[in-house]
T-cell receptor, first 111, second 115 residues
Framework: TQLLEQSPQFLSIQEGENLTVYCNSS?????LQWYRQEPGEGPVLLVT???GGEVKKLKRLTFQFGDARKDSSLHITAAQPGDTGLYLC???????????WGAGTKLIIKP | DAGVIQSPRHEVTEMGQEVTLRCKPI?????LFWYRQTMMRGLELLIY????????DSGMPEDRFSAKMPNASFSTLKIQPSEPRDSAVYFC?????????????FGDGTRLSIL
C-alpha cells in the first residue's frame, strides 16, 4: 500500500515566522501536487513538481521535490494570516489516474 | 469560468433516508472523481469516471453507495439507506483527462450529517 505521510499534522505560529511542511513516502512518484484547502471549500492546487530535485516558488512559498522523487517539502517565509488553511500533498503513482493523498497539515497563522 | 458545482452545500437527514448528492464538472473535462473527507481518514477516493464511464469504484464503501454519470455535465452520488457513519464532507472533482499528473479541480463539497 502506498502511503504519503505529512508532518506536522498541526502547526500554529505567529505572523512573520517561517515554517516547513514535509511529505514523505517510501514510494517513488512521477509527480507530486500540493493543494491548499480553506474552511468550507475544496482543495485548490498550488503547484505540481515533476522532476527530482525540482524547486518551485510561488511568492513566499517554496516547494521542493526530493532527488529520488519520494518526498517533498513546502517552506513558507514570513507567514501571513492569509496562509492559514489545510495543506495537502498528493502523489501520482501506480495507476494513471489515482492520486495518493497525505492526511494534511493544518496551519494557523496568528496575527 | 465556472468551477465544479456541487449541491446541496449542506444536508442533514435522519438515518435510513436516501441522500442524493449532485455535481456539475467543468465543461470540457472528461474525468470526474467523487471523494469523501473525514478527520479520521482524510480524503478517500470513492469512484472515478472517465468519459461518463465508471472506471474504478473500488473505494465505494458498501452497496448502499451508488454513483451515476448520465452525461458529461452531471453526476450523482446516492446513499440508500443512509447511516450516521456516512456523515462527512463529500467532494466532486474534475480534470481534463484524468491523468494523475494533471490538477484536479474540486467543488466546495456537500457537508452531510446523518442523525
Amino acid at each position: 500500500t502506498q502511503l504519503l505521510e505529512q508532518s506536522p499534522q498541526f502547526l500554529s505560529i505567529q505572523e512573520g515566522e517561517n515554517l516547513t511542511v514535509y511529505c514523505n513516502s517510501s514510494s517513488v512518484f512521477s509527480s507530486l501536487q500540493w493543494y491548499r484547502q480553506e474552511p468550507g471549500e475544496g482543495p485548490v492546487l498550488l503547484v505540481t513538481v515533476v522532476t527530482g530535485g525540482e524547486v518551485k516558488k510561488l511568492k513566499r512559498l517554496t516547494f521542493q521535490f526530493g532527488d529520488a522523487r519520494k518526498d517533498s517539502s513546502l517552506h513558507i517565509t514570513a507567514a501571513q494570516p492569509g496562509d492559514t488553511g489545510l495543506y495537502l500533498c498528493a502523489g501520482a503513482a501506480g495507476s494513471n489516474y489515482q492520486l495518493i493523498w497525505g492526511a494534511g497539515t493544518k496551519l494557523i497563522i496568528k496575527p | 469560468d465556472a468551477g465544479v458545482i456541487q449541491s446541496p452545500r449542506h444536508e442533514v437527514t435522519e438515518m435510513g433516508q436516501e441522500v442524493t448528492l449532485r455535481c456539475k464538472p467543468i465543461s470540457g473535462h472528461n474525468s470526474l472523481f467523487w471523494y469523501r473527507q473525514t478527520m479520521m481518514r482524510g480524503l478517500e477516493l470513492l469512484i472515478y469516471f472517465n468519459n461518463n464511464v465508471p472506471i474504478d469504484d473500488s473505494g465505494m464503501p458498501e452497496d448502499r453507495f451508488s454513483a451515476k454519470m448520465p452525461n458529461a455535465s452531471f453526476s450523482t452520488l446516492k446513499i440508500q439507506p443512509s447511516e450516521p457513519r456516512d456523515s462527512a464532507v463529500y467532494f466532486c472533482a474534475s480534470s481534463q483527462t484524468g491523468s494523475s499528473n494533471q490538477p484536479q479541480h474540486f467543488g466546495d463539497g456537500t457537508r452531510l450529517s446523518i442523525l
